[in-house]
């Protein structure tokens, strides 16, 4: 973005203030904060929340949204008082699995650089000694975590923003956005018109009233949730400070505590979930009670009140006096949602945002206006990352009062949505079910993770079980597939894999500029190669194939990407982008008898030297026909074959009966997993992220600096000679049992020095893979070093990769 722009920002809730704060910190003084409500308690959500900030997430980037409210709040008072009150954070387990589970929080936090530590009940008896020692098994102590007080953080990051140039206007409803060629020019209010560059959409659980005025669907619910107020407490009596204790979660029931002087605050997500349509919030007070806060449901709180009672005993003395069923915003994923419009230029949202990461997203949206892009990693929250049935009203209904009620569960990371489903199915479905296909999804896809029918070629192959969390959603028969891909051949669903086609006159060109690889080659020609952001930061790693003069076809990570082309298109109309995902279909082909299966049913020539790697041929398989590109994600010989949804079917029966008598197979993403780390194949979002440069995360070669412009060009040739501090590094793990999931923190003596990214068993290699971040001078082949996973540890060596076929061979025969 270019200069200063004159920005209007909707709603003073801690977001909308943050933001206004951040905004003008970074010189941007043109900025108007609109609120239909009064000045700092306007009666939104932060008007009520109690403000506990517990920071441990599962995601990098929320940890480091709360860690940076946290620091923020910490650093800020009102008149002397204030914002912050960090006493600490205990989560504690009353079961066994939850104990286990803290165990894996306490690895996020230090995979993240947030100190926590793990005590016995007795312990947390000393931090919180009113809790009944014979219901507690375990907690997880994190000292930075604590109260943030809302109201009092708003009106101290509004008055410094008011001090640098922005305006605060209360009591001044937005009642539209007005726009001009596809951009906003300002919002009508109930005070007169505003003009502005850019609106951004911080209204929380109005938010998406405020994003239909510009016909933008926004995938939130707003949803009550249940606070309760105790009346004095008599164990309590003479607590002079709000409060002493950490705050405290009780997960196994859905609780959250918070003293308040000689009183408890008692959180309780266990009811079932209450979705308030939009249209039915008030705009304004109504009696003096806040338009976010509905009449509290007693009934609905007795389950909380009598948990809390055996956890608390001390509340056997005390009432529940007073109760809100307030309202706040669930998303389909439990993420933000945060970024532009598509559809509207300068319409920006940071919505779904609790009071925990407020400052961090607000810093974020700050950050990618002035700058362009953050300093976060955003790909989990940017609004825009959403596939289309994800938009659909039900949908969003249905996950979000999901979220709703998973808040506090334990989930596995293979974990699939229990409803709704099936969502997508490729033509490829209904076999897998014949094969007793193990389906998982992703994206709204159906995909199997291994197929029961194979279940006979376990037989004799040593399948090592593996420790008891990551044999959740597992079989031997993930080994066996993964082993019979690189003795025969296998097929597997690559369907679920976005692909767009790029046409048109300035197709070239676009690509040339857009992408790090050289694609302007000839016809049939494939090019693996990344998108970038300006700062040389990885934005996607993406496949091209050039099919014609002017056609593309370009496998990419997910919505985002096809976002960033669009945004990216020429005004002169000479490019167009379509997703052709869901009208078409994939299957791998893939192993070693991969072309004694495909060259007799095809009268192309599929040899080696008339096929070679990174080609692509249109052609027909039997009657099918296809594009083939020779290609493997999991580093054997083989083709990527697309062809249209209709024809799925036949090109699966085809090359099924002709793949019999090769001992063909149906495969699943288990095997698939497990091939991928073996042959080093980064995935996008989970290895590498827009915090790493190509150079960390060892994809140089994918990077061709001597071709003309492109974006993150010119940073990547100022970082040229300075050497990578971190970088993507492959380990090994000798216990072939100790198989660590992802996100566990990698140790060095005492120190924790980073973190895994993906891991599995290499079951053709023999050995368990992790790839993980390292400082780079770590990152030496033969440094032992250990994971955290769980209570344990684990021992792992920096590996040289990729683990399996170095040379390549088995991929260019
Ligand atoms: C009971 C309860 C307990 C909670 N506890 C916690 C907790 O302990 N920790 C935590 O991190 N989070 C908690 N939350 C969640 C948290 O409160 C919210 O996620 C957060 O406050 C949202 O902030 P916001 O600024 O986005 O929205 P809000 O605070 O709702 O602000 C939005 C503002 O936009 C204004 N607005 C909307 N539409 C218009 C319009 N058309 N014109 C002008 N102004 C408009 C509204 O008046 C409002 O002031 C809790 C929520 C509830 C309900």
């Not at 909380?304 to 389909?332: C, H, M, V, Y």
């Not at 052709?580 to 070693?592: A, K, N, S, V």
Request: proline share 6%; with cysteine; aromatic share 8%.
């Amino acid at each position: 973005m270019t200069g200063q722009q004159r920005v209007v920002v909707i709603g003073a809730g801690v977001v909308g203030a943050a933001v206004a704060d951040e905004l003008t910190a970074r010189g941007w003084t043109d900025v108007t904060v609109l609120d239909q409500g009064p000045p700092w308690a306007a009666g939104g959500s932060s008007s009520h929340a109690p403000g506990l900030v517990f920071q441990a997430n599962g995601s990098k980037t929320m940890t480091e949204f709360a860690t940076y409210t946290v620091e923020k709040l910490c650093s800020l008072d009102l008149d002397g008082e204030p914002c912050f009150l960090q006493v600490g954070g205990l989560e504690v387990a009353t079961t066994p699995e939850r104990l286990q589970d803290l165990h894996r929080r306490h690895g996020w936090l230090a995979s993240w650089g947030v100190h926590s530590r793990v005590l016995s009940p007795a312990e947390c008896l000393e931090h919180y000694p009113i809790l009944d020692e014979g219901q507690v098994l375990g907690g997880l102590l994190i000292p930075t975590d604590g109260l943030a007080k809302a109201v009092r953080a708003i009106e101290a990051q509004g008055r410094r923003a008011i001090e640098r140039g922005a305006r605060f206007v209360a009591d001044c409803e937005v009642l539209a956005v007005d726009t001009e060629d596809g951009a906003v020019t300002g919002v009508s209010t109930s005070f007169g018109d505003f003009a502005a560059d850019i609106v951004l959409c911080c209204a929380g659980i109005w938010g998406q009233k405020v994003a239909a005025m510009v016909g933008m669907t926004l995938p939130l619910t707003p949803l009550a949730h249940q606070l309760a107020w105790t009346g004095p407490v008599p164990a309590l009596a003479g607590q002079v400070a709000e409060v002493v204790r950490p705050i405290l979660r009780h997960q196994d029931q859905d609780l959250y505590y918070r003293d308040n002087y000689d009183q408890l605050i008692v959180g309780y997500y266990g009811h079932d979930p209450t979705p308030v349509d939009v249209s039915d919030i008030a705009t304004q007070f109504r009696d003096g009670v806040m338009p976010s806060v509905l009449e509290f449901t007693p009934d609905d709180f007795a389950p909380a009140w009598q948990e809390s009672r055996k956890l608390i005993p001390a509340l056997d003395e005390a009432d529940i006096t007073e109760g809100i069923n307030g309202l706040f915003s669930f998303t389909t994923d439990g993420f933000p949602l945060i970024g532009e419009s598509p559809q509207v230029k300068g319409f920006w949202v940071a919505e779904a945002v609790w009071v925990t990461h407020s400052a961090g997203v607000a810093r974020a949206v700050a950050e990618w206006l002035v700058n362009g892009q953050s300093s976060y990693d955003l790909h989990e929250c940017d609004v825009n990352r959403f596939e289309a049935h994800q938009l659909a009203p039900d949908y969003v209904l249905a996950r979000d009062c999901q979220n709703f009620v998973e808040v506090y569960d334990i989930v596995h990371p293979l974990q699939p949505m229990d409803h709704p489903r099936p969502l997508r199915t490729s033509p490829f479905y209904t076999r897998h079910l014949e094969l007793a296909g193990q389906m998982l999804e992703a994206s709204g896809w159906e995909r199997p993770q291994w197929l029961d029918a194979n279940a006979g070629l376990i037989e004799g192959r040593d399948i090592p079980t593996p420790n008891d969390w990551a044999a959740r959603y597992w079989s031997p028969i993930v080994g066996a597939e993964a082993q019979a891909t690189r003795e025969t051949v296998a097929l597997y669903d690559m369907t679920a894999l976005k692909r767009l086609e790029v046409r048109g006159p300035g197709a070239t060109e676009f690509l040339q500029r857009l992408s790090t690889g050289n694609v302007d080659k000839s016809i049939g020609a494939v090019t693996y190669c990344l998108l970038l952001d300006e700062r040389g930061h990885i934005r996607s790693d993406v496949t091209v194939a050039r099919l014609g003069p002017q056609h593309y076809q370009v496998g990419v990570n997910g919505n985002l990407d096809l976002d960033w082309f669009q945004r990216h298109l020429p005004d002169d109309g000479s490019v167009f982008v379509t997703d052709i995902t869901p009208g078409t279909c994939c299957l791998g082909l893939w192993g070693p008898h991969a072309r004694d299966v495909l060259q007799p049913l095809t009268s192309a020539d599929v040899s080696n030297a008339a096929f070679r790697y990174f080609r692509a041929q249109q052609l027909y398989v039997g009657m099918v026909p296809v594009t083939a590109m020779r290609l493997s994600y999991v580093g054997e010989l083989g083709w990527e074959l697309y062809t249209t949804a209709d024809m799925g079917l036949k090109l699966w029966d085809t090359l099924w009966e002709g793949g019999q008598e090769h001992g063909i197979l149906a495969a699943g993403r288990g095997a698939f997993t497990s091939l991928r780390l073996e042959k080093g194949y980064r995935s996008f979002g989970a290895d590498m992220t827009s915090e790493h440069t190509p150079a960390e995360a060892g994809l140089e070669f994918a990077v061709k600096m001597d071709k003309s412009d492109f974006i993150g060009k010119a940073a990547l040739a100022h970082l040229a000679d300075t050497l990578p501090r971190k970088r993507l590094t492959c380990l090994t793990i000798d216990d072939p049992h100790a198989v660590v999931m992802g996100k566990d923190p990698v140790i060095s003596g005492d120190d924790v020095v980073g973190y895994v990214t993906s891991a599995a068993f290499g079951y053709t290699a023999g050995v368990g893979i992790a790839y993980a971040w390292l400082p780079a001078e770590l990152a030496a082949p033969g440094k032992p070093l250990e994971i955290g996973y769980f209570a344990d540890r684990v021992k792992a060596t920096v590996s040289e990769e990729p683990i399996v076929d170095p040379s390549m061979s088995r991929l260019r025969s």
